[in-house]
């Protein structure tokens, strides 16, 4: 077996670094290694309500030390695609400001009158004035472009409805799908990729998502990390029919720059 030279990580980042406010064991020391080796990552993470400078504020509180450009939300990811669709254009928001945020930030008009998009982030207060707004604006011809298709996400109370849940209701009065920018799409891997200047076959995708992460990682043809600190156990890797190039309990158990092949169980364990 040849060794992959492992030259940068994609991380997930609730599940995998964070719970809520609290790290996970070992977070901190798996992000230390990465840096001492001077090696390349970012964060990533499908929700789109916070910007970056406010998700590093969050990680800072849970002992967590990562600089603004080392993360990357579905909201940027979302901007940077309508800037190479469309530059310039013009879109209705439902979200919060990591999204319209990114958005000013490539230089588009937010607005209700004709917008070529109507862009649905994550939102703890969704309106019903303004979901229905967005549902005749749809049917006006305005595209549909959501950050994510997570149906739900969490919270210190439990599950809540997230931005794929209220997507489907759009759809389901509308007949029209959303185009989602955020995990499992590739598009997010490869304009992290990007903005990395990194390889895909030198980049490892870690994640506690077979049906998020590990696919994404998979199809843009990482290897992948399914880490057991999350919200899937072995078990659940029997349901897909693909499966992560290796499985470790938790970060603590990476061995920074090593093929990830050499360690932990292996996919067909």
């Keep these: 077996m040849s060794l992959r030279v492992i030259e940068n990580y994609l991380i997930d980042m609730d599940g995998v670094l964070v719970h809520e406010a609290r790290p996970i064991p070992g977070a901190d020391k798996f992000l230390a290694a990465i840096t001492e080796a001077g090696l390349g990552y970012l964060v990533l993470t499908n929700n789109s309500i916070y910007t970056a400078r406010d998700l590093q504020a969050r990680l800072r509180t849970s002992g967590l030390v990562v600089p603004t450009e080392r993360i990357w939300t579905s909201a940027l990811a979302t901007a940077r695609f309508l800037d190479q669709q469309r530059p310039g254009g013009t879109a209705y928001v439902v979200g919060e400001a990591g999204l319209t945020t990114a958005l000013h930030e490539i230089g588009y008009v937010l607005t209700d009158h004709q917008p070529d998009y109507f862009v649905l982030g994550e939102t703890r207060t969704y309106s019903f004035e303004a979901i229905t707004k967005a549902i005749r604006l749809v049917r006006d011809g305005a595209r549909f472009i959501a950050t994510n298709p997570d149906p739900t996400g969490p919270s210190a109370e439990g ?12 759809t389901k009065a509308t007949g029209v799908e959303p185009y989602y920018v955020g995990k499992p ?41 399914l880490v057991l600190s999350g919200i899937t156990s072995v078990a659940d890797v029997e349901r897909f029919p693909y499966r992560p190039t290796a499985i470790v309990s938790s970060v603590a158990d990476i061995r920074v720059g090593q093929d990830v092949r050499t360690f932990g169980l292996t996919a067909d364990s």
């Design 159 to 170: 599950l809540l409805p997230a931005t794929g849940s209220v997507a489907a209701m759009i």
């Design 185 to 225: 799409n590739p598009l997010m891997m490869r304009t992290a990729l990007n903005t990395l200047a990194a390889h895909s076959e030198k980049t490892v995708m870690v994640g506690d998502r077979m049906d998020t992460d590990v696919i994404a990682g998979m199809e843009a043809g990482m290897d992948t990390v």
